[in-house]
């Protein structure tokens, strides 16, 4: 079974996000960038099923600047076998990255196709459901446990209520939430073997799509900054306070 | 989508991570400083590249943060036991031990034929230095493993070769080194174990062996002793000194575990400390049955063991140099929450407290523990770019540079790391005498330092009694040529001029010292030269690491003095200011030094033991 798993390229969770002075988007000069830390959850669930014989073969892939092959690399170094990187330097909104991955689906033909549920950096959440429907395949979103039976996956899904699982025929899409796994780390070996292996680099017009961003920023603020607490009394000054000041109750 | 909260640190200790080393600096001293990337030329690195060196670099961040820094106060409060039959670690410190072997990290720096990486030396300092950041008791078996597979590997015969290093490579054994006895330690001409040959070819070992660093454990199957003996019939003193492989259980063919040998362990030694490695002694022939296996030749041993002295030497700085740092972000940490007192001129008692970073005299103590770590650290990844250029580029240069620099590069950061370590308990003031703090007990592990692997004192008559006149002197001048490159460069910036200024009066004292002193041991005064080694150590140790400091200022000033970004201005801006603490507040104690060095001062010297 081939397994598709898709990586992207963000600022590092470490890093403390910086404005640009124009308020017109977070300053990445010179800013350390990393995998989307869902992505590496996803190659790691992608990693495991290989390792218990149920994947043959993971291809990753990612989007973006030609810095973005670090990333896929990185997830070569992890056990993927090769990767594909789709490079542009445009920004790539939800709908243009599922169209993207679409075109890679449709060229490889995975069995199941494995996203982080969202990137760190935008925090949509869009583009594994999106491409679940523009490639007509069922979806299993915020996963906490994976299962393939067979032609099926099981999918255990984090909702508000508790656990759902769900069964999907396969081919199948699955985003993975946090508790999905803990991703390992590469073994040096691993790392030099990483270079090794095949990386193909295809720009959005070999796969047939035409970017075409639907959404306009019009302005980039840091959140306003937490004003400091107050120590309480009893009880009934915080339900107080809860209701007549924060107005939550 | 309340998930898009939740801190990726309790997944990787990232809130924690900063503690351990500064990732900007580290990185900063990597690929500005010292040009990691650049090594890609040498043709036994050209595999290499920088997002490689990152990744393994990221790879040591994980093991140290994830395996070996959440048992760092329980291996201290839980030191290792012996029931008279075995030893008993903790279980965490054989899982740690797991993911160093699992990492590659073992056998890093040996060729790909050979099962290793060739892992640039520099890039393999960087990681220990995640790891004895993290955890230096638990690091120390690793080290000991790799040293003692690097002297096997070196001067082993090719079925010694094939015996131990595949299992000292994979983690299967652990290494020591065993030269110290109960009544031998710094003048190992004395030493008393001996060796007897028998009809097989080998040796039957005699005698006991005192403060060997995982000298037993249970961690691993089993420990390969390298021991320093003195064969039947050899001469006396340092020439007649013989290297054997001992191992704990003797080997059958195709690596099974034979007989136990006859090395058992007389006790555990309860430290100051490194707590969790066991301090052993060791009794070699007990039964009359301790196997050993000649090292190369026969009385060469201790020749051998310098091999691996000289690399553990830099491993001492470094641990010395990385226990300062911890102690220093974790004073800073503290002081930057901490709110205690008001500015003098301040008289509203009523007014907010100021968080003690903001009192002059604790940014004095951060200041100088700043200074004495990023400079130590410096100091050893110099180290490690010297063994570079000599192994992988075959500068025989850099080698002479290093055998000048190794006494230095061992003390100055054992000497100033503990006073860091001394300035973070006082930062913290009650709270850093505690042991619910961690900061005491970087103070006890790193006062280990100036002791183990040659103590201070015998580093100071190495450097001035031999290193310094090696090669002619030849040690020196590329030493002055390294730092004149860098004072021509610094002093065309404006903001460093007068600290280069300052800097090449204090060089000149350290040139005029030194040649005094040459002088007066050509002249048969070498004993009261001597007598003053300590100062000497200590005053190279300074202009070295004050020759860093300015690397650092140049180097930071290029990099940065063009971005934008504030943390770059004020990665910039603390780097000048160290520079200039160094340079104004800790170089002008030379001077003092050389007053007493150049008299020959004989205080010390002439002192007698019944006037105490």
Sequence with gaps: MKVLVAVKRVIDYNVKVRVKADNTGVDLTNVKMAMNPFCEIAVEEAVRLKEKGVATEIVVVSIGPKTSQEQIRTALALGADRGIQIETDEEVQSLDAAKLLKAVVDKEQPQLVILGKQSIDSDNNQTGQMLAALAGMGQGTFASEVVVDGDKVNVTREVDGGLVTVGLKLPAVVTTDLRLNEPRYASLPNIMKAKKKPLESVSPADLGVTLSPRLTTLKVEEPPKRAGGIKVGSVSELVEKLKNEAKVI | ?612
């Design chain 2, 1 to 612: 989508m309340s998930d898009t909260g939740f801190h990726f640190s309790e997944r990787q200790g990232a809130a924690v991570m900063s503690k351990l080393i500064n990732t900007k600096d580290l990185e900063f001293l990597l690929y500005h400083v010292f040009d990691a990337a650049q090594l890609a030329e040498f043709p036994r690195y050209a595999d290499y590249d920088r997002t490689s060196f990152d990744g393994i670099l990221g790879t040591a961040a994980r093991i140290a943060t994830d395996y070996l820094l959440p048992h760092n106060a329980k291996a201290d409060a839980q030191e290792p036991v012996f029931d008279g039959q075995r030893v008993e670690t903790l279980p965490e410190v054989k899982i740690a031990w797991k993911h160093f072997a699992a990492s590659g990290l073992l056998a890093a720096r040996h060729g790909i034929d050979e099962g290793g990486m060739q892992l640039p030396s520099l890039i393999h300092m960087a990681c220990n230095a995640w790891f004895v950041s993290a955890n230096p008791s638990t690091a120390a078996y690793p080290f000991l493993t790799s040293a003692a597979a690097n002297v096997i590997h070196a001067f082993g015969s090719q079925s010694q070769k094939q015996t131990f290093l595949p299992h000292l490579f994979s983690g299967r054994f652990a290494g020591t080194m065993a030269l110290t006895e109960p009544d031998v330690g710094s003048s190992l001409g004395d030493l008393t174990t001996r060796a007897i040959l028998t009809e097989d070819g080998s040796y039957r070992i005699k005698g006991q062996k005192m403060y060997i660093s995982g000298g037993d454990q249970d961690i691993t199957e089993n420990i390969v002793h390298l021991v320093l003996a003195r064969i039947q019939g050899a001469p006396e003193g340092v020439k007649g000194i013989s290297l054997f492989i001992v191992p704990k259980f003797r080997m059958q063919a195709d690596g099974v575990l034979g007989e136990r040998n006859d090395v058992q362990l007389a006790g555990l030694l309860h430290k100051m400390g490194y707590r969790g490695t066991t301090s052993t002694v060791l009794t070699f022939g007990e039964q009359g049955d301790c196997h050993g296996y000649l090292l190369g030749e026969p009385n060469k041993g201790l020749m051998y063991m310098f091999k691996m002295m000289n690399e553990a030497r830099i491993g001492v700085g470094l641990g010395a140099a990385m226990i300062g740092y911890r102690g220093y972000l974790e004073s800073l940490d503290y002081a930057r929450q901490r709110p205690q007192g008001r500015s003098p001129t301040e008289k509203n008692p009523h007014s907010k407290p100021l968080n003690i970073i903001e009192h002059a005299d604790v940014k004095r103590m951060l200041l100088a523990q700043k200074c004495y770590a990023e400079g130590s650290l410096a100091l050893c990844l110099l180290a490690a770019r010297l063994v570079d250029e000599q192994e992988a580029g075959g500068n025989q240069e850099s080698g002479i540079l290093l055998d000048l620099l190794t006494p230095v590069v061992k003390s100055y950061p054992s000497f100033y790391g503990p006073r860091a370590n001394d300035l973070a308990i006082q930062v913290l003031g009650g709270a850093g005498y505690t042991r619910e703090y961690p900061v005491e007990q970087c103070y006890r592990d790193n006062r280990l330092n100036p002791i183990h692997e040659g103590t201070h004192g015998i580093q100071s008559l190495d450097l001035l009694g031999r290193k310094l006149w090696q090669h002619q002197g030849r040690g020196q001048q590329l030493l002055l040529g390294r730092i004149e490159a860098t004072l021509k460069s610094a002093q065309t910036k404006t903001v460093l001029a007068l600290w280069v200024a300052e800097y090449r009066i204090h060089l000149k004292t350290l040139i005029n010292t030194t040649l005094i002193l040459g002088q007066a041991m050509q002249n048969g005064q070498a004993d009261a030269v001597l007598a003053n080694s300590a100062l000497y150590l200590d005053m190279m140790g300074k202009l070295v690491v004050g020759w860093l400091w300015l690397e650092m200022a140049d180097k930071a000033q290029t990099t940065f003095a063009d971005s934008p970004a504030p943390d770059d201005q004020n990665f910039l801006a603390g780097k000048l200011q160290a520079a200039r603490y160094f340079i104004g507040w800790e170089l002008p104690e030379v001077e003092l030094l050389a007053q007493r060095l150049q008299g020959l001062d004989g205080t010390c010297r002439e002192m007698q033991p019944d006037w105490f």
